[in-house]
Structures are given as C-alpha cells and as structure tokens.
C-alpha cells in the first residue's frame, strides 16, 4: 500500500483545509486509517482516525469539534477536514493505514505511512 498526502498549505488562523490520503496498491476499504501531525521539535501525536466499514471516527481532545475525518471509499480515500485552525495546529500531517480495521492512536498499529503535508496557520 502506497498512501500520498496532499492539500497542506499556509492558512490565517480560523481558517479551514482538507487534506486528502490517497491510497494505492490495494484497497485499504479493510483497514483503520489515521492522521498525525509533527510539529517542529515534537513527537508525532495522533490526530484522528476512521474504522473500516461503517467509518467510526476517533479524535484526539485538542482536535475534536474542528477537525473529521472521513472516507471515500470509492476512490480508496481518507479526509481529514480542519476547521477553526489555531496556529498550534501547525505540523507536518501524516496519514497511515492500520493492520486491523480499527484506527486508534498508538502508531505501532499503523503498518503503511504517507509522505507527509505541510500546514502552516498564521495568526
């Protein structure tokens, strides 16, 4: 499974992106997706995250209420919709497909890892 992150982008803050995880390789219809972010001089930290069918959504306390994460699975990919965006929200995201259908948010369940999309909220 190859996945590519993209949308990141330099945003004020308040402000709004998607990112989007596109997989290929296989289907990953079948597995826990999950996004993470990095920021400069942080560890990575989980983000959200969906389940397989049926797409039970997951979301870590600072995010939740501004951030979704949805699928498609048609087009084997996974979204993660930021809203209200706050300056420490900045980091470099990173979406990953768990070995089990269920996302959660340790990475050692996360078995597949895109690149990496840049987001930058200005104040």
């Known amino acids: 499974v190859q996945l590519q992150a993209s949308g990141g982008g330099l945003v004020q803050a308040g402000g709004s992106l998607r990112l989007s995880c596109a997989a290929s390789?296989?289907?990953?219809?079948?597995?826990?997706m999950g996004w993470f972010r990095q920021g400069a001089w942080k560890e990575r930290e989980f983000v959200g995250g969906i389940n397989w069918r049926g797409g039970t959504a997951i979301y870590a306390d600072s995010v939740k209420g501004r951030f979704t994460v949805s699928r498609d699975y048609a087009k084997n990919t996974v979204y993660l919709q930021m809203s209200s965006l706050k300056p420490e929200d900045t980091a470099t995201y990173f979406c990953a497909a768990s070995l089990t259908p269920y996302a959660g948010t340790d990475t050692g369940r996360y078995r597949y890892w895109g690149q990496g999309t840049q987001v930058t909220v200005s104040s």
């Open positions: 390789g296989r289907a990953v219809s079948n597995n826990g």
